[in-house]
């Protein structure tokens, strides 16, 4: 089982940037790809970014070129850089592993308001 932590949320403007980081514990973080989801209130949780063990990426259409996904497997974390927020990527941010999905973490809120 692996367990995830994840941080750096909080309130941007429009426009603004964050970064986000998901920190996970147990053996098989390097063996998977990972991905960081999001659920808006009201809303399904959708899958915005992935990861391959290779460092191969893709990215959901609504996040495309303004997200950049990166893990160090070395630190076990999984990393994502948001530009250009818009107050649609309001959202509680999750990382798990998308074809093993584990226990899912507490998240980090991100809020995008002027």
């Known amino acids: 089982q692996v367990q995830f932590v994840e941080s750096g949320g909080g309130l941007v403007q429009p426009g603004g940037s964050l970064g986000l980081s998901c920190a996970a514990s147990?053996?098989?973080?390097?063996?998977?790809?990972m991905g960081w989801y999001r659920q808006a209130p009201g809303k399904q949780r959708e899958l915005v970014a992935t990861?391959?063990?290779?460092?191969?990426?893709n990215y959901a259409d609504s996040v495309k070129g303004r997200f950049t996904i990166s893990r160090d497997n070395a630190k076990n974390t999984v990393y994502l850089q948001m530009n250009n927020l818009k107050p649609e990527d309001t959202a509680v941010y999750h990382c798990?592993?998308?074809?093993?999905?584990?226990?899912w973490g507490q998240g980090t809120l991100v809020t995008v308001s002027s």
């Open positions: 798990n592993l998308p074809l093993v999905p584990q226990v």
């Open positions: 147990g053996s098989i973080f390097s063996i998977f790809s």
């Open positions: 990861i391959t063990t290779r460092g191969s990426t």
